[in-house]
């Protein structure tokens, strides 16, 4: 209740007006969708359309953060670097027709990987993860394999930020050392300015495709915590999630 409260008062204090750097911005890359960004340290939160910020929508990959925590926290793989086996079969990216470990399993989004380990965990304890997680609605479904990309599982970009911010402070019960790997599998890049720890998510089982820009960007002085959800119908245009979450982060003088 208090998690609700504090969301809706959030989300009262942006309804005040439509931010337009970063409407100037989605629209510079012709691109509908949302965004919600929020701090650590500083207070300061941005969200861009409401309407589809709160709007629950199926995680697609951006489960993987979730579902590798599941997967340690099963014993299924003891870290990253486990050999995971491919069983030889062709699939639709090149990257995945290999062995794999939970690091380039994630990096690559690999999901036949997952598929193999998600087969080996209930519907009734994947219930149980997604209620201690507080994740979305907390649903699964009648397949345990594949819930995330066409099951009942949903969740809006607010509550996205929200479970990260969970992840990032170790506010999560589990083993530290197991939410200290899946930090380490979301690292994507660093230079001088930031360090981003990220997961993209493309839904392709709806009727409007979606895909999904999550993480967080930690700075000097501040930890930013994003999630991006941009309509998207052509894969050409996946590079969109990251580019648009980036030059929003700049507008806000972010990065």
């Known amino acids: 209740m208090k998690k609700l409260f504090v969301l809706l008062l959030f989300i009262s204090s942006l309804l005040k007006a439509e931010d337009i750097e970063i409407r100037l911005v989605f629209n510079s890359f012709n691109v509908d969708g949302t965004i919600v960004i929020q701090s650590l340290n500083s207070n300061k939160n941005y969200a861009y359309n409401l309407n589809r910020a709160t709007k629950p929508l199926l995680p697609a990959s951006t489960f993987k953060i979730p ?3 599941i997967i340690l926290n099963e014993k299924l793989l003891k870290d990253e670097n486990q050999i995971i086996k491919w069983d030889n079969k062709k699939r639709f990216l090149d990257v995945w027709n290999q062995d794999q470990t939970l690091k380039s399993a994630f990096k690559y989004s ?29 649903k699964v479904g009648i397949d345990s394999s594949s819930f995330w990309l066409d099951g009942d599982i949903k969740i809006t970009a607010f509550e996205q930020v929200e479970f990260l911010k969970k992840l ?36 392709t089982s709806v009727k409007n495709r979606h895909g999904w820009y999550v993480g967080f960007l930690e700075t ?17 245009r996946l590079d969109l999630r990251k580019k648009v979450t980036l030059e929003v982060l700049r507008q806000k003088r972010v990065i």
């Open 110 to 138: 690999c999901v036949w990987c997952y598929q193999k380990f998600a087969k080996q965990i209930s519907i009734q304890k994947y219930e149980n993860y997604l209620k201690l997680f507080d994740y979305g609605n907390k």
């Open 220 to 236: 000097k002085n501040d930890v930013w915590f994003f999630a991006t959800n941009l309509l998207i119908e052509d894969f050409k």
């Open 67 to 69: 579902n590798s925590l």
């Open 168 to 203: 990032y402070l170790n506010n999560l019960p589990l083993d530290k050392k197991y939410i200290n790997i899946v930090k380490d599998i979301m690292f994507e890049e660093k230079n001088r300015k930031y360090k981003l720890s990220s997961k993209t998510g493309w839904a």
